[in-house]
């Protein structure tokens, strides 16, 4: 029998508004948070949102959110066979579902 | 509904920031220009800059007496015959230059006894690769830039701006329109003058060494304004990708560094060595080319010698844990923290797309066709020919977009903002403002697909079989892409930010694809198994325009704007 994980994760556009929507991940040993997200893009639904450019190396250090109320990177920690809770950084102001405002502001779109 | 467009003004656009387009927006800040230095991501983090693990090439004479028309030379027989010279003379002539630059700016390139260290690498004639430990040559080279882009006045930073389409005017480019990431709103942005610096296309393969932001943006946007492109057809695989175990927190051509440091060996599933059998017998060294190292590969995993997972096997089973520890300090805990010894078993590993040979034309001034775009790094086609020498890339990156941001500083100081033509701009707004619901596309689904179909059709091994394969299911995507895209149109929507990156991957593509059909011989990076040699008549490059909504390949350039 395939272990499975089970994502439970935050959507929503606005942080009083969202809701939890719950996926059923097939567990694979080794996989991470982010490869689990990505399968659902592709399985279940692509409009998931979550911020991410390396994929896998840990070097552009955008997809940093929460994993059972800690801070940290979908790309390096582990899938396990079990409930996990995923919601978006607390501190950072939401952009919608995982994705955060996490660049400075001086790096941040102001027209002129 | 037309979504209400923000406004943005700059004397140069600069459209990406890997290390070329960082290095562009300080040069022509410093020149005086007002730029903007805009990024689908966050700024300096994205890219391949920042995934670049070791060698940086350049004849700095560091180690042993060297010149830069030896590496030049070294460049031109890696790029069996269709360098774009002057390109690659720019390339070699400059490295020096920006590397002392960069280490004057503190980048921190290794040393011992105060001179820099180069290492060997293969292709090059002499220990010529300058690197940052341990692994750590593109976070550095990233974070220096980022430092001085910051220090510099005159650059104003924008991320989550993905740009949708170069800005017409009616003899140039006098700008580009952007969707704004995090409002989901189009931002027409005016500008003097515009560089490309989207680095490649890594992203249109499914096993690739670079971040997903790499879906060749730059090649599609300067192909819809008009430009031409060249060599598309050749796509650099890096031999030993990461394959097996599941390694995570690591770039999977890490394995090159290791390589450089320790030699290794390539073993098939019989365990035993085989580059031999494709001419290059390695003897425990590092010496097999790119290009060759891929083709070995792929053929011994045909021949049913492959390892487990469907690549061959690296071992460092020769060294002792302490000569490991000496080579990569911290990476060895990194590795064990994946469960991987190297002292007790090999590693799996398998060609992975790497780099882009071709791209936008342009001249040493990184000019294009089109008056007001110039193009920077890996965007720029013609450098590296047939096949990139191991640590051209980043020196590349550097000098070419030094280069990019003083010509485009110098076409913007005489130029005047264009009005747009008349159409470019309201078209792009439209596109973005719209949606359309598209029940029977998964969009990552989708993007998934053609990226399975490019690595097993449009790969290291090619036919005209498999390549006439690849164009049936690009024409099918398209099809099913439709000409709107998806979903709600607020902030950071994913889906249509696919719907974007596949209305330009499919177009890269289908270019990739067309243009490896129509070039009916093996040279460097292409290998098509149907027409296993060089030919005379191929001694050439190939450009490729878009003529009525057509993709027009010649062997003929077309004419680059004039320089200022």
Request: aromatic share 6%; hydrophobic share 40%.
């Amino acid at each position: 029998m395939t272990e499975t994980a089970t994502l439970k994760i935050w959507r929503g556009l606005d942080i009083g508004a969202g809701r939890w929507e719950t996926y059923a991940v097939p567990f694979e040993s080794g996989q991470t948070i982010l490869d689990g997200l990505r399968w659902i893009r592709i399985n279940c639904d692509p409009t998931l949102a979550i911020r991410f450019s390396c994929i896998n190396a840990n070097a552009c250090k955008e997809c940093m959110i929460e994993l059972d109320g800690k801070t940290v990177y979908a790309c390096t920690a582990r899938l396990q066979p079990r409930e996990m809770t995923l919601a978006p950084l607390s501190n950072k102001k939401l952009v919608r579902d995982l994705v955060t405002e996490i660049a400075p502001p001086a790096e941040r779109f102001a027209g002129s | 509904m037309i979504l209400e467009s923000m406004r943005a003004e700059t004397d140069v656009l600069v459209i990406g920031s890997g290390a070329a387009g960082m290095y562009a927006a300080i040069e022509a800040a410093k020149a005086g220009c007002r730029v903007l230095l805009v990024d689908r991501s966050l700024i300096g983090r994205g890219g391949a800059t920042v995934m670049a693990q070791m060698t940086v090439a350049v004849a700095l004479g560091a180690e042993t007496p060297d010149h830069w028309s030896y590496h030049y030379r070294d460049t031109l027989v890696a790029g069996r015959g269709l360098c774009n010279e002057p390109l690659s003379q720019l390339l070699c002539e400059d490295g020096p230059d920006c590397i002392r630059t960069m280490d004057d700016w503190g980048v921190g390139w290794a040393r011992k006894n105060g001179r820099i260290t180069q290492a060997m690498a293969p292709g090059h004639d002499r220990p010529r690769c300058v690197y940052v430990d341990f692994l750590n040559t593109g976070p550095a080279v990233s974070k220096t830039l980022r430092t001085v882009v910051n220090k510099t006045d005159g650059i104003r930073k924008a991320g989550d701006l993905c740009i949708i389409d170069l800005l017409r005017s009616n003899d140039g480019v006098a700008g580009a329109v952007a969707l704004h990431l995090s409002s989901g709103a189009p931002v027409i942005v005016s500008a003097k003058a515009t560089i490309v610096a989207t680095g490649g296309l890594t992203r249109l393969y499914r096993r690739n060494s670079a971040s997903t932001n790499m879906g060749g943006d730059g090649y599609a946007l300067a192909l819809r304004a008009g430009a031409s492109l060249v060599d598309m057809e050749f796509v650099q695989f890096f031999p030993i990708g990461h394959l097996a175990p599941r390694l995570v927190g690591m770039d999977p051509i890490m394995w090159d560094p290791f390589r450089y440091k320790l030699g290794g060996r390539l073993l098939n599933n019989r365990m035993e060595e085989f580059t031999q059998n494709y001419g290059v017998a390695e003897d425990g060294k590092y010496v097999i080319t790119r290009d060759t190292g891929s083709y070995a590969i792929m053929k011994e995993v045909e021949a049913g010698r492959g390892s487990p997972h469907g690549g061959v096997y690296l071992s460092f089973q020769h060294c002792s844990e302490a000569a490991l520890r000496e080579a990569f300090g911290p990476v060895i805990d990194r590795l064990a923290a994946n469960n991987i010894d190297l002292t007790k078993t090999p590693i799996e590993v398998a060609p992975i797309a790497h780099y882009q040979m071709g791209g936008i034309a342009a001249g040493v001034e990184m000019q294009t066709a089109l008056p007001g775009l110039f193009a920077a790094g890996e965007a720029v086609g013609g450098a590296n020919g047939a096949n990139r020498l191991s640590g051209n890339a980043v020196t590349e990156a550097l000098v070419f977009g030094r280069r990019a941001g003083r010509s485009a500083a110098l076409f913007a100081k005489r130029a005047r903002h264009q009005p747009d033509d008349g159409g470019s701009a309201r078209r792009a707004v439209e596109l973005i403002s719209s949606s359309a619901p598209q029940p029977d596309l998964n969009s990552a689904e989708a993007i998934q697909l053609l990226q399975s179909t490019m690595q097993d059709n449009v790969g290291p091994l090619r036919s005209r079989a498999g390549l006439s394969s690849a164009l049936r299911t690009i024409e099918r995507l398209s099809g099913a892409l439709g000409d709107r895209p998806p979903g709600d149109g607020r902030r950071f929507d994913m889906q249509r930010l696919d719907w974007f990156d596949l209305r330009n991957m499919l177009l890269v593509a289908r270019v990739v694809t067309e243009a490896a059909l129509v070039r009916t011989e093996t040279r460097g990076a292409h290998r098509r198994e149907d027409y296993p040699n060089a030919a005379d008549e191929w001694e050439n490059n190939q450009y490729v325009r878009i003529e009525d909504g057509r993709i027009v390949p010649s062997k003929l350039s077309a004419p680059l704007a004039a320089v200022p």
